[in-house]
């Protein structure tokens, strides 16, 4: 029997840690999103740890065929994954937001799919939710294995600026995307047919379930906190340390798509095993400190990764500004963009041949002479000195450069600062520590207990129940746990204190001698004569009256 083509083998299903795949759902069922448009489903074409990839089309009265425009994941409603993604389409990924960015930017397009639609739909009994995306074609990871794990400098290069230009637009809405790699980047179709120059061809970022927005509601960047639950979120192999610390920002998506740069020209990660890839078993926070070091010295870690090859100028350059940036800072996406814009061939994706050279132009200005950013109206001083803007900032730039020092940053091991010490943060290598990892607790959590705190340094209140039969004083802090425990103690002492009492009265009393039983029993017959002598008196006087 002939072996069966890779295409006919069904794929495994395997649900993600703590989540539920959904049924198959049947292909002709029709799907009514918020907007009261409807898609009719087609055949299964991808499955995830959350859920499923069905093709789609918005013609419900003809069957889906292989060359649908759209595509619907769909994944349980107490999943959570295309909830956030879900999200991120609605707020950020809008046909008119992508083209009011792209027209800003003189761009014809962007790498980023557009929302069609999204809702909740009910079959046999249990409630999905549901996602519509255009459908695209294959990813780069796919690419990357079918070429023996290699692919061309002009590809990657292509694929940098692409992603480069798809990064800027999801952080100019405030999000960080968190798992950049190469099965999220798929790559446009052309009459079902890649383009022939497979450099040309259009290449898309998506899956955003991992999406965080990295700034409040106000336009302020979060800070950098250490988060034990989301560490080490996204693949392994290309996350950034931010992330290994549970945090996000513009700086770990940037160093994420650096360590898929490295890969897709080397072939493999120096952290990785020899085929490429990680073992199940690997330590998150091995892989961590790997990436520590080998970021100490980017010159030593072209060298691990390129062997005896010369490592491309380009990439070298984007991993020491990578290094350089700080956690809240801005990237400057025209400089890097310009790192791998080598070959303009691929301009007809983005835009006018005068875009580019504006960038390049700019970028020479404002990397090189970096204290020529804004205009600032000369003062003297004292009347005889004339600072003007250039030798200001050129002065405060020099004082940071001074101020700052390497070496002090690399004697201290950043994850165990995060991790140990209580002090605010020296450098964007050394974070603030973390909760205890044994407890857990949540930022919630911390806030009850901190109020608790408070409460019980503060003043008690009276009770005011008048059915209870005590009027004790009742701290506000207690919690019905302690209450029943406190109730508890207080029966237990009102116990001691009766047998206290009935002890001490037991003390008080006379002791019992002979003398004192015989007077007790005399006491007693006088009593008894007392009463016979009452009785008799009383029965002569009824006698008298009767007469």
Same mark, same amino acid.
């Not at 990397?367 to 003297?380: G, I, S, T």
């Given at each position: 029997? #002939?072996?069966?083509?890779?295409?006919?083998?069904?794929?495994?299903?395997?649900?993600?840690?703590?989540?539920?795949?959904?049924?198959?759902?049947?292909?002709?069922?029709?799907?009514?999103?918020?907007?009261?448009?409807?898609?009719?489903?087609?055949?299964?074409?991808?499955?995830?740890?959350?859920?499923?990839?069905?093709?789609?089309?918005?013609?419900?009265?003809?069957?889906?065929?292989?060359?649908?425009?759209?595509?619907?994941?769909?994944?349980?409603?107490?999943?959570?994954?295309?909830?956030?993604?879900?999200?991120?389409?609605?707020?950020?990924?809008?046909?008119?937001?992508?083209?009011?960015?792209?027209?800003?930017?003189?761009?014809?397009?962007?790498?980023?799919?557009?929302?069609?639609?999204?809702?909740?739909?009910?079959?046999?009994?249990?409630?999905?939710?549901?996602?519509?995306?255009?459908?695209?074609?294959?990813?780069?990871?796919?690419?990357?294995?079918?070429?023996?794990?290699?692919?061309?400098?002009?590809?990657?290069?292509?694929?940098?600026?692409?992603?480069?230009?798809?990064?800027?637009?999801?952080?100019?809405?405030?999000?960080?995307?968190?798992?950049?790699?190469?099965?999220?980047?798929?790559?446009?179709?052309?009459?079902?047919?890649?383009?022939?120059?497979?450099?040309?061809?259009? #290449?898309?970022?998506?899956?955003?379930?991992?999406?965080?927005?990295?700034?409040?509601?106000?336009?302020?960047?979060?800070?950098?906190?250490?988060?034990?639950?989301?560490?080490?979120?996204?693949?392994?192999?290309?996350?950034?340390?931010?992330?290994?610390?549970?945090?996000?920002?513009?700086?770990?998506?940037?160093?994420?798509?650096?360590?898929?740069?490295?890969?897709?020209?080397?072939?493999?990660?120096?952290?990785?095993?020899?085929?490429?890839?990680?073992?199940?078993?690997?330590?998150?926070?091995?892989?961590?400190?790997?990436?520590?070091?080998?970021?100490?010295?980017?010159?030593?870690?072209?060298?691990?990764?390129?062997?005896?090859?010369?490592?491309?100028?380009?990439?070298?350059?984007?991993?020491?500004?990578?290094?350089?940036?700080?956690?809240?800072?801005?990237?400057?996406?025209?400089?890097?963009?310009?790192?791998?814009?080598?070959?303009?061939?691929?301009?007809?994706?983005?835009?006018?041949?005068?875009?580019?050279?504006?960038?390049?132009?700019?970028?020479?200005?404002?990397?090189?002479?970096?204290?020529?950013?804004?205009?600032?109206?000369?003062?003297?001083?004292?009347?005889?000195?004339?600072?003007?803007?250039?030798?200001?900032?050129?002065?405060?730039?020099?004082?940071?450069?001074?101020?700052?020092?390497?070496?002090?940053?690399?004697?201290?091991?950043?994850?165990?600062?995060?991790?140990?010490?209580?002090? %605010?943060?020296?450098?964007?290598?050394?974070?603030?520590?973390?909760?205890?990892? %044994?407890?857990?607790?949540?930022?919630?959590?911390?806030?009850?207990?901190?109020?608790?705190?408070?409460?019980?340094?503060?003043?008690?209140?009276?009770?005011?129940?008048s059915k209870s039969s005590d009027n004790d004083l009742k701290p506000k802090w207690m919690t019905?746990?302690?209450?029943?425990?406190?109730?508890?103690?207080?029966?237990?002492?009102?116990?001691?204190?009766?047998?206290?009492?009935?002890?001490?009265?037991?003390?008080?009393?006379?002791?019992?001698?002979?003398?004192?039983?015989?007077?007790?029993?005399?006491?007693?017959? #006088?009593?008894?004569?007392?009463?016979?002598?009452?009785?008799?008196?009383?029965?002569?006087?009824?006698?008298?009256?009767?007469?």
């Open positions: 029997m #002939a072996p069966r083509r890779a295409e006919e083998i069904p794929l495994k299903r395997v649900a993600a840690l703590g989540c539920r795949l959904p049924s198959r759902l049947p292909a002709g069922e029709i799907l009514t999103d918020i907007t009261q448009n409807s898609w009719r489903l087609g055949n299964s074409i991808g499955c995830g740890g959350f859920g499923d990839v069905y093709l789609a089309s918005n013609d419900i009265h003809k069957p889906v065929g292989q060359n649908a425009k759209y595509v619907i994941k769909i994944e349980p409603h107490n999943n959570g994954p295309l909830f956030v993604e879900m999200n991120f389409y609605i707020r950020a990924a809008r046909k008119s937001m992508i083209e009011t960015w792209c027209k800003d930017q003189n761009l014809l397009q962007v790498g980023i799919p557009s929302y069609e639609g999204s809702g909740s739909h009910v079959y046999g009994g249990e409630k999905y939710r549901f996602l519509v995306i255009p459908r695209y074609g294959t990813d780069v990871s796919k690419l990357f294995l079918a070429n023996g794990r290699k692919l061309s400098s002009k590809f990657v290069n292509s694929l940098a600026v692409q992603m480069l230009y798809a990064i800027e637009y999801i952080h100019n809405q405030g999000y960080a995307h968190s798992d950049i790699k190469g099965a999220n980047i798929l790559l446009k179709k052309n009459n079902q047919e890649y383009r022939t120059e497979i450099e040309k061809t259009q #290449a898309f970022l998506v899956d955003y379930g991992l999406a965080y927005r990295y700034r409040t509601s106000n336009g302020i960047h979060k800070p950098f906190v250490h988060d034990e639950r989301r560490a080490h979120e996204g693949t392994l192999e290309y996350t950034s340390r931010d992330a290994h610390h549970g945090t996000h920002s513009r700086r770990g998506d940037l160093e994420t798509l650096g360590y898929n740069i490295l890969q897709w020209l080397c072939g493999r990660l120096p952290w990785e095993n020899e085929n490429g890839g990680l073992s199940p078993s690997a330590d998150p926070d091995e892989i961590h400190d790997k990436k520590e070091n080998f970021l100490l010295n980017i010159d030593t870690f072209m060298k691990e990764c390129f062997k005896d090859n010369k490592a491309p100028e380009n990439i070298t350059n984007y991993m020491k500004y990578i290094v350089n940036l700080k956690f809240e800072s801005r990237p400057d996406y025209v400089y890097l963009r310009s790192l791998f814009r080598q070959d303009l061939s691929f301009e007809s994706l983005f835009g006018k041949r005068l875009s580019f050279a504006n960038e390049n132009s700019s970028r020479i200005e404002t990397f090189k002479r970096p204290y020529l950013r804004e205009r600032k109206p000369c003062r003297p001083v004292n009347g005889e000195v004339r600072i003007t803007r250039n030798t200001q900032l050129l002065a405060e730039h020099e004082k940071k450069e001074s101020d700052f020092s390497w070496e002090a940053v690399l004697a201290c091991h950043p994850d165990k600062l995060a991790k140990i010490s209580a002090q %605010p943060p020296s450098s964007p290598l050394t974070p603030p520590p973390s909760p205890p990892p %044994p407890t857990l607790p949540t930022y919630a959590m911390l806030a009850v207990q901190q109020r608790m705190k408070e409460r019980q340094t503060g003043l008690v209140r009276q009770r005011t129940n019905p746990a302690m209450e029943e425990v406190a109730q508890l103690r207080k029966r237990n002492l009102q116990k001691i204190q009766l047998d206290a009492n009935a002890n001490e009265t037991k003390r008080l009393t006379p002791r019992l001698t002979r003398s004192r039983v015989a007077q007790l029993k005399r006491k007693e017959k #006088a009593m008894k004569r007392s009463l016979q002598t009452d009785s008799k008196s009383g029965i002569k006087k009824k006698r008298k009256l009767s007469y």
